[in-house]
Nanobody, 120 residues
Framework: QVQLVESGGGLVQAGGPLRLSCAAS????????MAWYRQAPGKQRDLVAS???????NYADSVKDRFTISRDNANNTLYRRMNSLKPEDTAVYYC??????????????WGQGTQVTVSS
């Protein structure tokens, strides 16, 4: 079993920066794809940014040039730096990964989410 724990959310003023972290723990053999999703009230959960084990990244158009995703493979940690935050970035942000646990199967996992609120 793999556990994901997000941290770094909170209240920030528009235009400000914020960094989120996601630590993976448990019986992990390898972590492949890692990603950040977000869900605003009343809306579906959307993919914001993703990164492969090799470091290839992909971003939603709404956050491109403002968000940077990175990962520390040695410590199984995912990061996201957010700059120039806008009120429309307000959402619960979820960390997700595809990982192989000691059972040998590739499964998807989710964190519990962290609230980011951007005030205007």
């Amino acid at each position: 079993q793999v556990q994901l724990v997000e941290s770094g959310g909170g209240l920030v003023q528009a235009g400000g920066p914020l960094r989120l972290s996601c630590a993976a723990s448990g019986n992990i053999l390898s972590i492949n794809f890692m990603a950040w999703y977000r869900q605003a009230p009343g809306k579906q959960r959307d993919l914001v940014a993703s990164i492969t084990a090799a470091g290839s990244t992909n971003y939603a158009d709404s956050v491109k040039d403002r968000f940077t995703i990175s990962r520390d493979n040695a410590n199984n940690t995912l990061y996201r730096r957010m700059n120039s935050l806008k009120p429309e970035d307000t959402a619960v942000y979820y960390c997700s990964c595809n990982a192989v646990g000691k059972h040998g199967f590739l499964l998807g996992y989710w964190g519990q989410g962290t609230q980011v609120t951007v005030s205007s």
